[in-house]
């Protein structure tokens, strides 16, 4: 079983790094990069982080799914970490023509409105235009958190595509939003 919903997905891009000043850290807070992380704690990020908004996809993926998305040497993940814990975290991938796409991005329910994403995005924007990048891109649908679109935005996304459609959630991804 599952339940179908309308979404709406916006794809965003930029072509340089904004000209404002970086974000600073808030207090007891890095950012470290996940090297070999398992399948089961990149399921424990991504369910954490994503349940709220029904993410699904890798979320019925099998651990050796996971391990070769994950394990790919394009893919970079990072989590953020406050006051001793995982905040959130946001997956990389490089792309051949110079590019990153940011494949997840988001918060652990609990850091939302710490003012964490606000730096946390403008570390990952840098971070992909340090490696010498002529493009980074990431999306946003409707099932994501409220003040997902605004916030690529003001960290200096513009929307270059956008497309609505019925998509199936399924029930596991239901469940797990509702825990």
Not at 79 to 104: D, K, S
Not at 122 to 142: K, M, N, P, Q, Y
Not at 148 to 171: K, M, N
């Amino acid at each position: 079983m599952s339940e179908r919903m309308h979404v709406t997905t916006h794809f965003l891009q930029m072509h340089a790094l904004p000209s404002a000043n970086a974000q600073l850290p808030p207090a007891n807070t890095k950012v470290v990069q996940a090297h070999d992380l398992a399948p089961s704690a990149y399921r424990d990020l991504y369910n954490g982080v994503g349940a709220p908004w029904l993410w699904y996809e890798r979320s019925e993926l099998s651990d050796r799914e996971i391990l070769k998305l994950i394990s790919e040497p394009s893919v970079t993940i990072y989590t953020l970490q406050h006051a001793g814990v995982i905040a959130g975290y946001t997956e990389l991938r490089r792309q051949p023509q110079r590019e990153i796409q940011i494949l997840y991005f988001g918060l652990l329910p609990t850091h939302i409105g710490k003012g964490l994403g606000r730096y946390f995005l403008d570390w990952t924007v840098r971070e992909a235009f340090s490696t010498g990048i002529d493009r980074l891109w990431v999306h946003t649908c409707s099932l994501d958190h409220p003040r997902a679109l605004s916030a690529y935005q003001r960290a200096g996304f513009a929307t270059y595509r956008r497309e609505s459609g019925w998509v199936s959630i399924p029930d596991g991804a239901i469940a797990r939003q509702r825990a």
